[in-house]
């Protein structure tokens, strides 16, 4: 069994990526397979709306870039979790982008009838924000909702820490440790 972490937080070994691995760290504990993405380390062109009227013959983007890779990574996972700080209200730019690139997948499944993504696999959402403000994971809650949708992830679990701001302010959090750790666990532990 493989699950696929994608950290879409710009700031490495802070506290988007501390609480993905704490997650696979779960999944690992329990015999799967984990990898992780880091977005901001990837060539991903932002949508240009070629996905809105144009798919490969794979139903896919026609851009070649690095969303080649997640699709497949996707493809093959049994369980994936998305990790993204709050950024003005929302996703980071790196999340969204790649979120923005999933259309083509819209696009084949509800306009062409052609589905990409056949296996049915558990998904969770880790959002990090330094405010306190519960707006702000609702509406990066709903974007990734609208993700897992097209590709056939079960919204499985979820984690929001607010007020955490310094690079290694998780480590402060036990219990955000604790949850991350759980929350692997949590999407590991059913089926799809």
Same mark, same amino acid.
């Given at each position: #069994?493989?699950?696929?972490?994608?950290?879409?937080?710009?700031?490495?070994?802070?506290?988007? +990526?501390?609480? %993905?691995?704490?997650?696979?760290k779960a999944a690992k504990d329990r015999g799967w397979d984990a990898e992780k993405i880091i977005l901001n380390q990837m060539d991903i062109i932002p949508p240009q709306e070629k996905e809105y009227y144009e798919v490969n013959e794979e139903?896919? !983007?026609?851009?070649? +870039?690095? #969303?080649?890779? =997640?699709y497949q990574k996707v493809k093959e996972c049994d369980a994936i979790i998305v990790a993204s700080p709050v950024f003005f209200g929302s996703? !980071? $730019?790196?999340?969204?982008? #790649?979120? +923005?690139? @999933?259309?083509? *997948?819209? *696009?084949?499944?509800? %306009?062409? +009838?052609?589905? =990409? @993504?056949?296996k049915k696999i558990a998904g969770g959402f880790i959002c990090v924000s $330094? $405010?306190?403000?519960?707006?702000?994971?609702?509406n990066a809650k709903s974007i990734v909702r609208n993700l897992f949708k *097209?590709?056939? $992830?079960?919204?499985?679990?979820?984690?929001f820490c607010?007020? %955490?701001?310094?690079?290694?302010d998780a480590h402060k959090h036990p219990d955000f440790l604790d949850s991350a750790y759980e929350?692997?666990?949590k999407i590991t532990s059913k089926k799809p």
């Open positions: #069994m493989k699950i696929l972490g994608i950290n879409g937080s710009p700031r490495l070994g802070g506290n988007t +990526d501390t609480l %993905l691995d704490q997650s696979l139903g896919l !983007s026609p851009i070649e +870039d690095d #969303m080649h890779i =997640i996703l !980071s $730019a790196q999340t969204k982008i #790649m979120i +923005d690139r @999933f259309q083509c *997948v819209w *696009v084949s499944k509800y %306009l062409l +009838d052609k589905d =990409i @993504f056949t $330094a $405010a306190h403000r519960k707006d702000f994971f609702q *097209v590709i056939k $992830a079960k919204y499985t679990g979820e984690l607010h007020g %955490l701001e310094e690079k290694e929350l692997g666990k």
